[in-house]
Every structure is written in C-alpha cells, then in structure tokens.
Nanobody
C-alpha cells in the first residue's frame, strides 16, 4: 500500500509561483505513472499533468508552458512547479499513483 501526502500549497498573487510536493510512504520506483489532478469549487476533478517512470510527461493545455512535473525516485517524491499562476489555477491539488490518492493541498491565487 502507498500513502501519498501533498504539501506546498498556499496563497499567492497572480503571476507568482508555487512548488507542490507529493511524498510517498513507499517506493515509487516501480510505479510507472504518477499524476497531478486539481478540483476547483463547483467543478469536476481534472488531470493537470502526468509523468512516467521513464520521464515522459503530459500537460493539460491550460497549464502547458507554465507548470512542470518531475519526480525523484530516490526521495519517493513527485513535484509540480507552478509558475505564472492566475486565479483560474485556484483549486485543491491532488497527487495520484495507481489507485492511491493524497488528501490534497489548497492553492489559492489572488488577482
């Protein structure tokens, strides 16, 4: 079983940056696909970015060029670097690995 814990959320002004972390309790070395999702108030949860064990990445069009997903298998941690944030990025951000989800971390971007 894998437990995931997100951190790094907070309140930031538009144009600012945040770095989210997703720490896994067990080894993520053998987990191929890891993902970041977000859910804004009143909206469905949406996939933001994903990364494979080989380092291949995918981004939603809304964050492409602003967000960067990465993982450090030695530290059992995945990251999401978020730059040029805007109010539309306000949401609870979740990490996912296999069928496991973290508890989420709130990101609020003020205009």
């Amino acid at each position: 079983q894998v437990q995931l814990v997100e951190s790094g959320g907070g309140l930031v002004q538009a144009g600012g940056s945040l770095r989210l972390s997703c720490a896994a309790s067990g080894s993520i070395f053998s987990i191929n696909l890891m993902q970041w999702y977000r859910q804004a108030p009143g909206k469905q949860r949406e996939l933001v970015a994903s990364i494979t064990s080989g380092g291949s990445t995918w981004y939603a069009d809304s964050v492409k060029g602003r967000f960067t997903i990465s993982r450090d298998n030695a530290k059992n941690t995945m990251y999401l670097q978020m730059n040029s944030l805007n109010p539309e990025d306000t949401a609870v951000y979740y990490c996912r690995a296999l069928t496991y989800w973290g508890q989420g971390t709130q990101v609020t971007v003020s205009s």
